[in-house]
């Protein structure tokens, strides 16, 4: 009992950390910084956050720090309800599911993974774009339905070269680069579509996304979700692409207009996409579920055994740091 008392009385003497979600990396982080920060997680309760709070006596003005993943929301509405904070910090790369304008206007600091996950999705976008042109997944599931009932495999339907073609990316930001670094040593021709032409770079420049797609073979989709970029790829992009045309999106599920998308798909207007992300995740148009010129992946592009060690460590590291009165390690501009 007096154990238990003084490990209460240690915790109220931490500071602490909202956790919304939790993130997936929260299982690992937890124990590891249990003993520097008072982590309160309303999920296991099923209560509201309000209601969490009242109940477990943490009064709003008492919370400095929130944190949260890609799939929680951190609206103007959940910045009301916390007076006294002054950190957002979220492990994904993106924010656009964080009030940046409204963080901006109360001076809450915001921090993410910064280029932590680069290199993990870069090398999932380019297994999405080998897999849906070479049919890998197609063919795997043509034999384990098929090869009971001796089929022919010379019946099975051929893919497309990646060799050699023209791929351009929509985004060149630190996966964007990471991703033309891989497909460089295939052959392909790079090209992109960036919010400015970058003056560091090569490849050839273009400012409309649709005469891109018209130029290419394939479109690797990996720029950040904001007003601007919302639905960037649309049916005039999709058609540009034309019929033989490839798309892979690992940047966020709102940067294609999904319905155009699924519709030019079923049309056979576009070859055939790789996607990790979707406009309404957790929801997937049951549509692409039949496709055998679709190959899915649950979000999932940025994780890996070492990438979320990493994500640990620069997340405590970025709770150090802003308890300790020192600059965020990833500030998010």
Not at 81 to 103: F, K, N, Q, W, Y
Not at 110 to 125: I, T
Request: glycine share 8%.
């Amino acid at each position: 009992m007096a154990e238990e008392a003084h490990n209460n009385h240690h915790l109220q003497d931490l500071p602490k950390v909202l956790v919304l979600g939790p993130p997936t990396c929260f299982p690992t982080l937890q124990p590891l910084y249990s003993r520097k920060f008072h982590f309160l997680n309303p999920n296991p309760s099923g209560l509201s956050l309000q209601h969490f709070l009242r109940l477990h006596h943490h009064h709003p003005s008492s919370i400095p720090a929130v944190l949260c993943s890609a799939s929680d929301s951190v609206t103007a509405d959940v910045l009301r309800l916390l007076p006294s904070l002054r950190l957002v910090l979220t492990t994904s790369a993106g924010t656009d599911h964080i009030d940046l304008r409204e963080c901006r206007r109360r001076g809450i600091q915001v921090a993410g993974a910064g280029g932590l996950f680069s290199e993990d999705v870069a090398d999932v976008a380019v297994a999405l774009l080998v897999d849906v042109m070479r049919k890998i997944s197609a063919a795997d599931r043509y034999l384990r339905t098929q090869n009971h009932s001796n089929t022919p495999w010379d019946m099975f339907t051929f893919g497309s070269k990646l060799s050699g073609k023209r791929v351009g990316i929509v985004g060149l930001g630190s996966i964007g680069m990471e991703v033309a670094k891989r497909l460089e040593p295939f052959g392909c021709i790079i090209l992109y579509n960036s919010k400015h032409k970058k003056a560091t770079v090569s490849y050839p420049f273009y400012s409309s996304v649709v005469d891109l797609a018209t130029t290419c073979d394939a479109l690797v989709v990996c720029c950040a979700l904001n007003e601007q970029t919302r639905h960037i790829i649309n049916k005039e992009v999709i058609l540009a692409l034309g019929k033989g045309g490839f798309i892979v999106n690992v940047g966020r599920g709102g940067l294609i207009d999904e319905k155009e998308l699924v519709k030019c798909l079923v049309e056979g207007e576009i070859g055939g996409a790789g996607l990790d992300v979707f406009e309404n995740e957790p929801h997937v148009p049951e549509e692409l579920l039949k496709m055998n010129n679709v190959v899915l992946s649950p979000h999932c592009a940025a994780f890996t055994v070492e990438s979320t060690m990493n994500l640990c460590e620069l997340v405590g590291g970025n709770l150090e740091a802003f308890f300790s009165n020192k600059p965020l390690i990833t500030p998010v501009e």
